[in-house]
């Protein structure tokens, strides 16, 4: 018997290896490890995962007015998902439908479990300089792009203060033979995905100067699935906080996430 590391590192490889043989080919077809792989018979639409910050005994960051990060996270991740669901273009699915607490890892390892092609965590934090407004988006990256990409960082990996030790699904020699076969594959992805998010809210939405940035987020570090994360706007900046707490604001930000999620599947047909 396989222990359990293994049996999920030869379900992302099968993964990746799918990418790798048919990722632009035109072919539709889907290889698969025996035994311990996923389904040889997968859905045509791809999966995107969302995952609204925060949630339970994690408030997130708290408005002027109070009103809580958790909140307007669940609230926009539920209308993209209407959003998306009414494009019938892919699948969608959310790390939390209520307001649960979940631990950083755990959502990376649902958005694994689950086979997702993108990860998309939405967030609306706060800073300390409270004139600071504007949405702005994130990949992974050991060294921060600026102060405020590091200070943001920080924040939402102290998330997991309100959780337990949660012990990595696989030994971390497995996870850096993984890492070693996707890191660059994936890494592209989400820097294309950043892109089409920034250049989408660019629309109709204020932006940070610098939108598109880089921190050690702990939520982003799935090594196998593209991953991003938006900061809609600041909680600590009354503007955005107001903005934030109307639906039609929401929903205009979740129509530029739309955008840009199937700009980059379009970009990717066979991802």
């Not at 990746?16 to 996923?38: E, K, N, Q």
């Not at 609306?124 to 600026?146: I, K, N, P, Q």
């Not at 880089?214 to 994360?229: E, G, M, T």
């Given at each position: ?93 959310l790390t939390r439908t209520r307001d649960v607490f ?104 204020r932006l940070l100067p610098n939108p598109q940035r ?16 938006v900061e809609m706007g600041f909680m600590s900046n ?34």
């Open positions: 018997m396989l222990d359990s590391g293994v049996k999920v590192f030869l379900q992302r490889l099968s993964r990746v290896i799918t990418r790798r043989l048919f990722l632009g080919s035109g072919v539709a077809a889907t290889f698969a490890l025996p035994a311990y792989a996923v389904p040889s018979v997968r859905p045509n639409l791809p999966l995107v995962m969302l995952d609204p910050g925060h949630g339970g005994k994690d408030p997130g960051a708290i408005g002027i007015s109070g009103t809580y990060e958790k909140h307007i996270a669940l609230a926009a991740a539920q209308e993209l998902q209407r959003q998306l669901n009414a494009g019938g273009k892919m699948r969608v699915e979940i631990p950083l890892e755990t959502r990376v390892a649902i958005a694994q479990r689950k086979g997702a092609a993108l990860f998309v965590s939405m967030h609306a934090d706060a800073l300390l300089d409270r004139s600071v407004r504007g949405a702005s988006v994130y990949t992974l990256g050991e060294h921060a792009t600026d102060t405020q990409a590091a200070q943001l960082a920080k924040h939402e990996n102290a998330s997991d203060r309100f959780g337990g030790h949660m012990p990595h699904a696989t030994s971390p020699e497995v996870s850096r033979i993984l890492a070693s076969l996707v890191r660059e594959e994936t890494r592209a992805g989400s820097v294309r995905m950043a892109q089409e998010v920034v250049g989408a809210l660019r629309e109709d939405t880089q921190a050690a987020f702990k939520v982003l570090k799935a090594a196998d699935i593209p991953s991003v994360l009354r503007e955005d906080e107001a903005s934030l707490r109307q639906p039609a604001h929401r929903a205009k930000v979740a129509a530029a996430m739309k955008r840009a999620i199937e700009g980059y599947f379009t970009a990717m047909p066979n991802a």
